[in-house]
């Protein structure tokens, strides 16, 4: 990419370089998988380095990201810079945000750092409501031993267990949801919210098809689950199974994704899953159900 464009922008961008403002870096996000680096790929000229937008400027094509250290590693772009959002693939420059996560390609040309593509990556966080405010534009998650507050902008994008778009009225208390946030000034703000389903690895010891109902039970537990009418069944060695064909499956092992729906634990997919290590096979009599 050593282009005449480049290496004038290059010139013009100098001063800005040296001018940009340090960023604090970021503490670690417990349920982000992705990490800050700098590192190399397959080839000595393409690297990629990952963390956080500190600042943009397309005017001067400056990019400042936030890794791991203390300082902003400064980007410079051009108009063969392609950019892409989580929803929006063909993006520019213009829709970048301060706060989120992005991975950038570079290279260095004449000793400057020139970004080939932008790309955003999602910071997630999964966890049950424990408490919403719409007052305050609020939200607490719990995530086994971790609270995570998340301010809720006015346009938080909202989607259903079905895929359906909804709002921040649907989201109630001790609902299991995926938040997808940006940190802008190290404040977490949600950008968008999905309702998941909850798994639940456990043992399948009765079926009412009747009542449209099953119950698993774990060495601790036992729950029995309403079954939606569109529950999926990806149960092996049954093709286009229904409730009534799991009564031959008593014993087995599965995965129940479920949701809570009006107070009601509801399942909507039971899959086939391995046993647990060190499980001993007990043979449940099927009955009357």
Known sequence: MKTTKTTAWIAASAAVLTSVALFRALAAEPATASTNSDTLSNSDKDKTYTG??????????????????????????????????????KASAKDLRIGERVSVSFEEVNGAVVANRVQQEAMRFEGTVKDINLKTNLMVLHQTALDKELLLPVDCKIVLYDGKPGALADIESGDHVMAIFETPNATPIARQILKVSIPFKATLSAVDAEKQTVTARTSSATKTFAVAANCVYAVNGLTDAKIKDLNVRLGDHFVFSYETINGVETVSRIASAEPPPNTVAVAIPAGDY
């Open 52 to 89: 956080t937008v500190s600042s943009i400027d397309p005017q001067t094509h400056v990019l400042g990201v936030q890794g791991w250290t203390t300082l902003s590693k400064k980007f410079i772009f051009n108009d063969s810079c392609t950019f892409a959002q989580l929803d929006k693939n």
